[in-house]
């Protein structure tokens, strides 16, 4: 049974500070974003729910006539100006996350066909969820910045005073209610989502650990 990581590993990949960018560094980065951006896409296509700031993508996309990758790219930059009052400051990460998550979420869903039976939508939810941890796990350990909606988080909990826990969950729910509001599709890849990526990240981080900790011996 695979154990729970409940903080970031320090890896041979991790940065001294969010802009010093190394070419140890781009490949975990690269791959783990674009993993998220597969698995973000695997979610669209079953048409059985997104995650929530995907849901608010989509509705975002529907009013403004664009594809869901330009609309998750500007919904992202609008957060990033939220970062200003909060005193946030990106990294080269934060910029990476906002290009390359939009540009592969709207790959996928535009070539991946939707699975014809509920079965293979099923293995898409899971495989999404798995690749979402893995690329969680990759990107954050190069600590190169925080995505823009992840800075948004730890802005308000710092200004605040409010947990983390209770800030994350609240710009969910937001965001998804709005983003159904708008045409966004909400169902059980949504539930399914919501109530199993924080386990996907924290044993993908935990493999993580345990890989670079073997190779270090």
């Not at 099923?122 to 350990?141: H, K, M, R």
């Not at 159904?180 to 890849?189: A, I, K, N, Q």
Request: glycine share 12%; proline share 5%; hydrophobic share 50%.
């Amino acid at each position: 049974m695979i154990k729970l990581s409940h903080k970031i590993p320090v890896t041979p990949w991790r940065a001294t500070n969010t802009w010093a960018v190394r070419t140890r560094m781009l490949l975990p980065l690269v791959v783990g974003l674009s993993l998220f951006g597969v698995g973000e896409g695997l979610l669209v296509v079953t048409h059985w729910g997104a995650t929530p700031w995907t849901v608010f993508a989509e509705g975002v996309s529907r009013h403004a006539h664009i594809s869901l990758g330009w609309s998750t790219a500007a919904i992202s930059c609008v957060v990033l100006l939220a970062w200003f009052p909060l005193r946030e400051r990106p990294g080269f990460g934060t910029i990476a996350n906002l290009v390359i998550i939009a540009y592969v979420l709207d790959l996928t869903s535009e070539v991946v066909p939707t699975p014809a039976s509920a079965f293979a939508k099923s293995l898409f939810v899971v495989g999404a969820v798995v690749a979402i941890g893995i690329g969680s796990s990759l990107y954050l350990t190069t600590g190169l910045g925080p995505g823009p909606r992840d800075g948004l988080m730890t802005g308000l909990h710092r200004r605040l005073g409010v947990s983390v826990v209770y800030v994350r969950l609240t710009l969910e729910v937001a965001v998804l209610i709005v983003g159904w509001l708008m045409g966004g599709t909400v169902g059980v890849g949504t539930a399914f989502f919501a109530a199993t990526v924080g386990f996907s990240i924290g044993a993908s981080l935990n493999v993580t650990d345990r890989i670079v900790r073997r190779f270090q011996q």
